[in-house]
């Protein structure tokens, strides 16, 4: 099983809501990341998870808070958002160090 | 990670071989080459990866010249559906290859 999957596959909420989106890899990946990319440009790194700890915060606002419950789970909970973070949100998995990312479909989030 | 340039966008039409070029002139001795593609609205996907000289998979292959301070990817026979945009990545696969830096990417547009 070479998949991760994501959902929702799209979300729309408002700027006072709470939602989460939720990633899952099967591959026995011990790395996983969560990406921000909007229209026509390249993806953006927000998160890593290492080891099921966060390795690395790009400097991300607190109204994103990922979670990493076991290893083959990963959250990433939203809240008061603002309209400027509608994107796809992207969540990959890799071996730990590795290049070789696996991405999921993304979820289209729309902030009204 | 090593900075990369590639062209913004490239036309082609069915049948014929695609060469894209990306420059990374700082790229380091312990740095690979690795190429992903995507797909409006899904997650980048691994295409290829290489240090020197050549490599082929059954998807594209990826030529590194001796300074490796450029690569190209090689598509062969495009279709309609090898439309999308294609990242160049350039990174140490076992210290930093947690972090995925994003250029710009080559938008391909295959004609029929």
């Known amino acids: 099983d070479t998949e991760v999957t994501q959902t929702p596959k799209h979300l729309v909420m408002g700027m006072t809501n709470k939602k989460s989106l939720k990633c899952e890899q099967h591959?026995?990946?011990?790395?996983m990341y969560w990406y921000k990319q909007k229209a026509k440009k390249p993806p953006e790194l927000m998160f890593v998870?290492?080891?099921?700890?966060?390795?690395i915060n790009e400097s991300v606002p607190s109204r994103f808070s990922p979670e990493c419950p076991n290893s083959s789970l990963l959250n990433l909970h939203l809240h008061a958002l603002q309209p400027e973070d509608s994107a796809l949100y992207l969540c990959?998995?890799?071996?730990?160090?590795?290049?070789?990312?696996?991405f999921g479909p993304g979820t289209r989030l729309t902030v009204l | 990670l090593a900075k990369t340039t590639q062209p913004i966008s490239m036309d082609s039409y069915e049948g014929q071989e695609v060469n894209i070029t990306c420059s990374h002139n700082n790229i380091a001795t312990n740095d690979y080459i690795t190429w992903y593609q995507q797909f409006p609205s899904q997650g980048p996907r691994f295409i290829i990866q290489g240090y020197k000289t050549k490599v082929t998979n059954e998807v594209a292959s990826l030529f590194i010249p001796a300074d490796r301070k450029s690569s190209t990817l090689s598509l062969p026979r495009v279709s309609l559906s090898d439309t999308a945009v294609y990242y160049c990545l350039v990174g140490d696969i076992l210290n930093a290859g947690n972090m995925l830096t994003f250029g710009g990417g080559t938008r391909l547009m295959v004609k029929p």
């Open positions: 998870y290492s080891y099921e700890k966060l390795s």
């Open positions: 591959m026995g990946h011990r790395a």
């Open positions: 990959a998995s890799s071996q730990v160090g590795a290049m070789t990312q696996y």
